[in-house]
């Protein structure tokens, strides 16, 4: 019951410390404008946001592609061409 009671009495304290202090009150404030912006944004609908999906899995994948055969042709230039070796 103590524990609570300290508990409380340290939220008190801070509360009031927040509210009389010059950066509490700029927390506040930064707190509310804060809120008052992420009110603004616009989310996208279902449909929009399974397109952008789509989009991003597409380019994944062509770069996946690309840097494969980059890779692959390298490794060519460097073991069959320059190097000599052969698998």
Same mark, same amino acid.
């Given at each position: 019951m103590i524990r609570a009671a300290a508990l409380l009495a340290g939220l008190a304290v801070a509360v009031v410390l927040i509210a009389t202090s010059d950066m509490g009150r700029d927390f506040v404030a930064f707190a509310k404008e804060?809120?008052?912006?992420?009110?603004? #944004? =616009?989310?996208?609908?279902?449909?929009?946001?399974?397109?952008?999906?789509? #989009? =991003?899995?597409?380019?994944?994948?062509?770069?996946a592609i690309f840097l494969w055969g980059t890779d692959k042709f390298l490794e060519f230039m460097l073991y069959d061409v320059i190097l000599g070796w052969k698998k």
């Open positions: 804060s809120v008052r912006e992420a009110k603004k #944004v =616009v989310w996208p609908t279902r449909k929009e946001a399974g397109q952008i999906t789509a #989009v =991003v899995f597409g380019f994944v994948l062509i770069m």
